[in-house]
């Protein structure tokens, strides 16, 4: 997989794709990142890539010069033709204004060999780029960051942990938080409770705890160490409903629930209204 990253820092983005699995990725060959300078594509000697908004306003908007030519000199099909041969490329803008990122945009966006990445800046982009360039904008959250540079580091990493062989352990995309059940774990008997590694479904994800099993008297649940695994995939599963109750109760209404979670979720309720 492909990442193109239009910025007008670019050195920003040094330390963030740097490390970890996106480091990793990197070096193993699986996913390609490339960082293109807008201010490259400027014609005038002060290297401008912003001007006031006509109608007057606060601030300053990325001018849609710059960003036209850097996707032309990138060889993007135009959106048109993109949207007719299957959509092996895309073109995404960094903005407070789109759309909510989420792990279901990230798997999405998986079925892309090359995605591109305009980061906003200032008060926003011309409106062109998103009309007649971009193929949808994404927020990665209801707050206002000083640009897309961040946001895009955020959608990398989120989608390189979703690319076969990026992680030791592929089996750890499978029970994250937000992460859609496997088809193993669609397969099981009604009533039968999730594995202990399963799909969260759309829930936050269940505790952890490792050694010591007792720290400085904090001790580790007792379900964990008798050795039942049934006992553990309940109580896992149990504590996934109940923080997201507590933490992100709009996510119940997206997430997969059995009947035995909606009766579970029934008596956290009710202990909670005690």
């Known amino acids: 997989m ?12 040094s330390g963030p794709l740097d490390y970890g699995i996106v480091r990793r990725a990197r ?23 912003d001007d006031r908004p006509f109608g007057g306003g606060e601030g300053m908007v990325l001018k849609p010069e710059p960003i ?5 000199s990138l060889g993007v099909t135009p959106r048109e033709e993109r949207a007719l041969e299957g959509g092996c490329e895309t073109v995404v803008l960094l903005s407070p204004q789109g759309a909510l990122f989420t792990q279901g945009v990230a798997q999405e966006l998986m079925g892309r060999k090359r995605v591109v990445l305009i980061c906003g800046r200032y008060e926003g982009v011309d409106e062109r ?19 897309g540079e961040l946001g895009a580091a955020i959608v990398i990493d989120t989608m390189t ?20 059940s496997s088809a193993e774990e669609k397969e099981r008997a009604p009533g039968e409770p999730p594995s202990s590694t399963c799909g969260s479904g759309g829930l936050l994800d269940y505790p952890h705890y490792t ?12 379900v964990l160490v008798n050795g039942n695994h049934d006992e553990i995939r ?12 507590r933490n992100r109760p709009y996510l119940l209404r997206y997430a997969e629930l059995s009947g035995e979670d909606r009766r579970v979720l029934a008596e956290i309720e009710a202990e909670l209204n005690r």
């Open 2 to 13: 492909k990442f193109e990253i239009l910025t007008i820092f670019p050195d920003f983005l």
């Open 27 to 49: 070096e193993a060959g699986l996913v390609e990142i490339g960082i293109h300078d807008l201010r490259a594509f400027t014609h005038d000697r002060h290297r401008t890539v």
């Open 68 to 72: 036209f030519e850097c996707l032309q």
């Open 129 to 147: 780029v998103s009309e007649f360039l971009a193929d949808r904008e994404i927020s990665v959250g209801d707050f206002v960051l000083s640009g």
């Open 161 to 180: 942990r979703l690319v076969p062989g990026a992680l030791g352990n592929a089996a750890s995309a499978e029970q994250e938080s937000f992460t859609a």
């Open 211 to 222: 050694r010591p099993a007792d720290f400085c008297g904090m001790q580790v649940p007792e």
């Open 234 to 245: 309940k109580w896992r599963r149990r504590c996934a409903l109940q923080k997201t109750l």
